[in-house]
């Protein structure tokens, strides 16, 4: 079943385009991560989805409306982000009780388990809780609400590690159990990998890539030897990144026919590339990296 379908979405704030051209569909029971550089556009792209904001053109649907102020969708869709804020007059488990009357497939066992497990205080207010226990608190009552479709815009921030390990863990098993669409968009990329099925890569509110993960890192390889054989060998290919190392030249090509070629060479040593370091080389402006600043 179609979840999200986006159409030539464009968002415009005042004169600037933080959206310019967006489309991409997202299938039922998916995890997807919405990966792109700071201010790529992720942010404005859920409250787009979860109907806080309107497109300023173009078409979006989810579950098939249109979803500024569309009930349908905010009763089956929640994003959980660092902007959630509740009424202060309600206690945390207040909160709950709240969206156990909101949303129809609400897990009230669950959150009871994931609030002892984290040791919150049912009596406490939203609004005075550290910014990782915000945190916590949000994405208990995400995964709560099992809401078809579940979007987390940078869930771990504030989070300690042991936390945001716990809050990945949480999230497969929930999902395993119930399974729904995830869009989960995070900069920790590298750590949140194995969960994800597919990546939709944006860069200045446009599509980059959706592929899945294992496309990603099919995507490019790392190529280290001699610098003159290296740039000889890699003359034609589309090359992501370049980097001098101990007196030998690495570049990163993007994959093609010909550079599973390149290893038959003794000189030269070929290794793979995390979906990661991809998403982050292929919306780099520069070809070299920080080093290069101080050269
Ligand atoms: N309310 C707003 N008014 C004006 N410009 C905005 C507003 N919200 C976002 N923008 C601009 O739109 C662009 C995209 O912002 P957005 O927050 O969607 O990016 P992002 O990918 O979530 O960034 P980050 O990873 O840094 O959180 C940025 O240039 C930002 O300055």
């Known amino acids: 079943m179609r979840v999200i379908d986006c159409k030539r979405l464009k968002k415009r704030y005042k004169r600037m385009y933080a959206l310019e051209d ?3 569909q997202l299938n039922d029971q998916k995890i997807t991560g919405l990966i792109g550089r700071n201010g790529a556009g992720k942010t404005t792209l859920l409250k787009i989805l979860a109907g806080f904001i309107k497109e300023s053109a173009g078409e979006v649907k989810v579950f098939s409306n249109k979803p500024f102020n569309n009930l349908c969708v905010s009763a089956n869709s929640i994003l959980v982000d660092d902007q959630m804020s509740f009424p202060d007059s309600l206690t945390l488990a207040d909160i709950l009780e709240v969206g156990s009357s909101f949303y129809a497939k609400w897990d009230s066992e669950l959150a009871s388990r994931l609030f002892n497990y984290f040791n919150l205080d049912s009596k406490q207010k939203h609004s005075k809780l550290s910014k990782g226990t915000q945190a916590t608190f949000n994405m208990i009552f995400g995964l709560a609400t099992r809401c078809q479709l579940t979007m987390f815009d940078e ?28 869009l989960l968009s995070s900069h920790h990329l590298a750590e949140m990998e194995h969960l994800l ?3 939709l890569l944006i860069d200045k509110g446009k599509v980059v890539f959706h592929k899945s993960l294992d496309e990603v890192k099919e995507y490019a390889v790392a190529i280290q030897g001699p610098t003159d054989l290296v740039v000889k060998l890699t003359d034609q290919m589309e090359i992501l990144h370049t980097r001098e190392l101990d007196g030998l030249q690495k570049y990163i090509i993007v994959k093609n026919e010909n550079s599973l070629e390149l290893g038959r060479n003794g000189e030269i040593t070929i290794q793979p590339v995390s979906a990661s370091e991809v998403c982050m080389l292929v919306t780099s402006e520069q070809k070299g990296g920080i080093d290069d600043v101080f050269k």
């Open 22 to 24: 967006i489309t991409f």
């Open 197 to 199: 099925e597919d990546i």
């Open 155 to 182: 869930p771990t921030n504030g989070m300690d590690e042991a936390v945001r390990s716990d809050f990945y863990r949480a999230l497969l098993k929930e999902y395993i159990a119930y399974p729904r669409s995830i």
